[in-house]
């Protein structure tokens, strides 16, 4: 007995064919054929390690199968399989000459997906449909864009690893289920406030060998996961409040104020940074891109800095009232109420930030595509 009839014998009684590492360049159909084996039944093939070009045209017979494998191949294109393979939940297709997906692969029932080590320089808008995955690999490609992934509810296990991605798509917060996300060895230079949302969720995070990233800090990421969400949540804020242009406008939008607040001009959070590094730190949520709390960060680094070398820091209930001379705590009386005025609307901005999570959550639903709109894009 050859071989091959052996593993053809053993696959009608365990529903199991083995094919790999046989250097098929098309399938043993006559073989089977000849050995009069039933695989009506068969739930598993896996043909990784050979020479095909190709799905096999057979493998469609099989309708009950449910996993099939064919990585270390020589595939490049896919045909439709949905039809022919209503029950296929694993596909793997790791490591072949794949240049595209069709959108026919999204109607199958797919849990485990692996198209890793091919040629892809994106994937159809709709894997969004996918919504029985949990695991997608999509490592060693060219991918430079996703698509929408946010309908993927299932998904723990998520490898963008090796590919050309700037950023993430932005409902990726939606994944409300995911465990593990690699995105190393990327181009990424930003990455989503909706992150943040999978705070508690996220398990295994890796953002290595992205020397591109900006926002956060790859520094803050690579100090961990509590970070990281931590200056996610944060700028996600400050981001809000800037769309309104300043604290008094933000203000009159969403709470009650004291009216008798002062703000003054307006400088860019990278003045801010800068005063920062220059001075005492500043929390990392405070520094990101414009908006209307910069001045009073820029005064608070600066007033810190100064405090810290006066006997103010020491507490000394002369200088607190301003009746200490100038030169032994560093500030004129005039400095010193001018900080606490600056320090009490830091407190107020910081107050409306705690506030801040669930009108983001609002304003990223409202800004999601609906399903309507994704459809007829589609």
Known sequence: MTDLERRVTSAEVQGILDLRSLGLKVFPRGEIAQYGADLSELTECNLSKNKLTQIPDDICDYHELEILNCCNNRICEIQDLSSALPQLTHLNLGRNDISELPMSLCDLPLEVLDVSGNRLVCLPDAINQLETLV???????????????????RLTNL??????????????????????????????TKLPFSLRQL?????????????????????V?????????Y???????????????DVDETRERSFT???????????????????????????????????????ILRHIATA??????????????????????????????????????LRAELNAVRFVSNNLEQVLAEEEEETAPSSQ??????
């Open 231 to 245: 200056w996610l949540k944060e700028q996600a804020k400050l981001d809000h409040l800037g769309k309104y242009g």
């Open 373 to 378: 709109e994704s459809e007829a894009a589609t």
């Open 159 to 188: 490898n963008l690893c090796r590919n050309v991605l700037a950023t993430l798509p932005h409902d990726i917060g939606k994944l409300t289920e995911l465990v593990t996300l690699n995105v190393s060895m990327n181009r990424l």
């Open 257 to 295: 104020w004291d009216e008798s607040a002062n703000s003054s001009a307006r400088p860019s959070l990278a003045e801010v940074a800068e005063v920062g590094n220059s001075g005492p730190p500043v929390d990392i949520g405070d520094i990101g891109t414009d908006n209307g709390v910069g001045d």
């Open 135 to 153: 695991q997608l690999d999509v490592s060693d490609n060219q991918i430079a864009e996703l698509p929408s992934l946010g309908k993927l509810a």
């Open 221 to 229: 990421c690579m100090r961990g996961m509590v970070h990281m969400f």
């Open 304 to 341: 810190d800095r100064k405090l810290s070398k006066s006997s103010l820091a020491g507490g000394d209930p002369a200088a607190a009232t301003g009746t200490a001379p100038e030169s032994a705590q560093g500030l004129s009386a005039a400095e010193a109420a001018e900080i606490e005025k």
């Open 199 to 219: 705070e508690g969720v996220l398990e295994n995070f890796n953002i290595e060998d992205n020397p591109r990233l900006e926002q956060p800090p790859i520094e």
